[in-house]
């Protein structure tokens, strides 16, 4: 931490800080400036709350110098991590494409969703079977059923499911079920169910809160990391902005800062990220072109009767249409995106 | 709903939208502008998503007619709600302070703390037994025990309790011993603990989200209130901004928009508001003058040495100050404070 | 400036720093702390970009100690400014206030207006004959004569004129009639203004940018302080979020982060801040309960009639009860505002 | 404009908004719903302030159905528009870029400046020789000298010239050496100026600002095209969020909303959105991938040098990547980028 004191700060009050900081703990280190004091408190805290000097009568600035996250810093594990989704290697070479509807609706949505986006070149089913809204009076999802249609559907076709938990009561029916547990961005700082997912050391894809700076999503994801659980997929999802054109603005410079900050891999979700449909092929493809290491992307197979976020999810033919676009984007930056063949039924 | 053609859309796209609103069960009311045809969508669904017609051909823009939510809705109930705490009424004349430390921490503090805003003139006692921090390495709450601390020192001192719960299993025990449940802003769409807390039927404390709309803000009301719980309060924080200045920018408009658009009393918390202690007087004194119905208060007997929100926590003889301070702005704009022995021990 | 490495950090990354801080003419100070080597640079360049630092090999983090602005300080200037605007001072224990119409329309809107505000207990007469309108279709002021006609009713009402100034050529005009120059929140970054505005040696409301941070703008008053002109008041009219119930969010807590930074004057303007007539009068009371040094309200003779910005303007009996309710609340605070004969004609 | 009553709004006050409706000139359409009765107003007025209508009684909500802007808009002109820029086509299928320094500050740069990004591919020489500085302490430009070293070092490599052109003063002397007049983002609603370039006829080059909506951005292009000038080209350089990471946060989304309500062609500048010069390259990569019809690219003989955004400005061979790499990303998507032969001296 390192403390700037007023110009002209007198003595007495220098002395104070340096007191307080020294009853925190802290070593102290002073420099006189030109015009500054400044003060260099050592020893490392990451949860010291810097404000507590911020408030002292003389101080101009206080600017914290340690990460208040270390296992997600890129500071201590330089080399980029991959997570191993039972055979599907994210944050590889390889950009994985999840797929599916919002909402798990019924066993034939599910299984024409499935053979659909396999065939295209998905890796990864996803679909909802809890599902958080902001109206009380809309589909709340189909529970433990729908996870058993969507695990069926994706064993058919050689797909991983990916898909939402809510609260920690719901993890264990959803570990018998999925690969990956999603944490929505509404739950980014729900730390109780952060440190559940954590315990069960499976893979958790982390979406960004719709006000969550960088620096406190990594902080959710230490909270998994925390738990001994390393395998965390961070995915952005668009950020809460005054512009309304769209239902959020995709932040796609996320990734290469994230890519700098942290060893974790990082996927877009254009389908949240711009809410309607004619939007998520160009931004899809931007998400490939900026360097996101996946895509998760909404499809299903009749989108004006889908249950939940229809007008954002693509017709099966507009997905094999943007897999077709987003693999050759892929191929531009040398990487890629598996073959439209690869794991179709 | 109302459904704005492109100027020149073809009699072709028009009967297409016109019979994708039939399939969705609304009558359909047709007008021809100068330039623009209009239909007029009949039948309220207050959950229907708007852009299932907004990603159609020709159409150029939607607009919702009836709000998402009715109970929180000032159109169906005209009079101003009142919640009756175990006697104490906000919402009415007098503006309630609530006051305390951030977190339970001791019992000596609390004794101390109550005592002291008891004194002051506050009717309600704050503090967390249970933390949401942004980083898994920091205090994070005493739990029951803190509760039940925090119980004996109110009833001692005539005084209510508000306390944060965050996850649906802590509720029995903090109705066992809160007069208030506060859902913190994080919370603010954890949907499951919303209706877990309207079951309750006990006054809930609901603070908006960090990134909330005030439009959200009054659904996630609403889930509360569909539990046929009616007593909610709301708390206005502070929302996220591109400023740095303040921790987040206290928006006290949305206190006179609340009291247009709904029933439901509306305080507020200038402390988390701003996020620094000598900005909290001014910011407290606004919010009584802007019309807020109550304050919550961070105070504590040893700001420096408090285990969180130190740094935004008053002196108990800047309590004294600020109770003196907003009690006048409240006769000025013909409200009441309680007085500062009314309820001291 | 202060330069924070890597963990780690190699010595040729380090020893390549601090070349290119001495290169750039700063001393450099270094110490070495458990993980990282923090660099101090030493020799104050208000104007060096700290980014030149940030991008090199091994730098985590770079801190700018000194502000970018000097005169704009309260660090070299800790007793407040006041401004004298012909007699009336800004600044001091008065709360000022100035009223009047969003654009000058006519010799009869004028006189009334500056009848009904005089006699309220407005001091200064506000009213627009350049205006800048987002539409190049709406209307555009009535230039000179407006600003004869704003001046002429001014002085038969005891009344200063406060009006905006849109464009360096504009100047000279403005000066003959006005006693202030209004910088609108378009032009806070219009730096040729600015400094043309600055040379005259006259006060100068400065409004805050809708997006500019306290920062940027203090430096846009540094623009004008560095003119060796010391009368500048500051404006906070609201800035742009994502909550759109209002026309912007009006950011009370700037006035007290302003007066701790800076030493100069700010008022408020809750007309534009909230954008709707029935939101003023409470925006209004706050703004002088958070320590406005002034306000700016939008009246009119006829709002409906208005030709910009009617909806905000409040009719004159709105006005006189708002002068009453705001004048108790800076009684409340120890504070006044001039009494509604003091000035009437 | 479609007005929306309360539920339940008594006969008068529907009968006072049709009256009102009726005094501003427009024709109103009643219809009555389950819940509210719902006014058309017909009769287009662009610049009508729906806020007249919103504060009366009774009115729950006012929607606009007629664009603020026409000439800007694809409803009348749904084909795409192009810009030629003395034979340099922007809006065609070939991306085109824009390269060079943030300033003008020697011969000698600009010569090595024109040489490396001609050859390199790019088609338009970019600098600045009147600087918009937040500091007043700043370098601010060479002037007309600075114009004149462009232009000649343009002729000389095949380059055409975009200047920012900050205050109408400055016309005369940027239209004698430019092919493109830059209005930068703080002067995106600097209306005189807007007129004034609009009426050159000469290719605009229109920034969004900082904090403009896409609809405001629009009107401002209205405010040119309005001046019989069809030439305007938009560049997206970033908004203004809550996210500090990156100096601005670039909204790629923008494209496609652009392309969706405008013909007029829109370029991106990954420079200014994200101020540092690692994340400029994927970004450029995205912005080509997203659908930009060109790019706007700082380059510098000597970053760590410039007088001006040194630390975004790329070295040279690090631009000969970016193009190498864009140039793969537009042929992915069926577009081009000038070879790096094509022009080079």
């Known amino acids: 931490m390192v403390v700037v004191m007023n110009p002209g700060a007198p003595e007495a009050q220098i002395e104070a800080v340096v007191a307080r900081l020294d009853g925190y703990g802290f070593g102290v280190h002073r420099s006189t400036g030109a015009e500054h004091t400044v003060l260099g408190a050592i020893g490392a805290r990451p949860d010291f709350d810097v404000r507590h000097i911020k408030v002292l009568d003389g101080v101009k600035d206080v600017f914290r110098i340690s990460s208040p996250y270390k296992l997600a810093s890129r500071d201590w594990h330089p080399e980029r991590s991959t997570v191993d989704v039972d055979g599907v290697i994210v944050g590889g070479d390889e950009v994985i494409v999840m797929a599916g509807p919002c909402s798990v609706e019924s066993e034939e949505q599910i299984e ?44 058919r076709h050689g797909l991983k499911v990916v898909t939402e938990v809510m609260r920690p009561k719901q993890i264990d029916s959803v570990a018998k079920y999925a690969h990956i547990f999603q944490i929505g961005a509404r739950n980014m700082q729900n730390f109780p169910l952060l440190q559940e997912v954590g315990k069960t050391g499976m893979p958790v894809l982390l979406k960004r809160g719709m006000s969550a700076t960088i620096e406190e999503w990594l902080q959710s994801a230490e909270y998994i990391l925390a738990e001994d659980n390393p395998n965390v997929i961070l995915c952005e999802r668009g950020i809460r902005t005054y512009e309304t054109a769209t239902r959020n603005t995709l ?19 254009p389908s949240h990220g711009v809410g309607l449909r004619d939007k998520v092929m160009p931004m899809a493809r931007a998400s490939v072109a900026a360097g996101a290491d996946g895509l998760m992307i909404e499809t299903h197979p009749n989108p004006p009767e889908a249950l939940s976020d229809g007008p954002q999810s693509l017709y099966f033919d507009q997905f094999d249409d943007l897999m077709d676009q987003v693999r050759r984007v892929a191929l531009a930056i040398d990487r890629t995106i598996a073959p439209a063949d690869l794991v179709a039924a």
């Open 112 to 155: 024409a969703s499935a053979a659909s986006v396999a065939r295209a070149g998905a890796r990864i089913l996803r679909g909802g079977a809890y599902k958080p809204r902001s109206s009380p009076y809309a589909f709340q999802g189909l529970g433990v059923e729908g996870l058993r249609i969507m695990r069926e559907a994706a064993d």
């Open 251 to 269: 932040d796609l410079s996320a990734i290469p800062v994230v890519k700098k900050k942290s060893h974790l891999p990082i996927i877009a979700d």
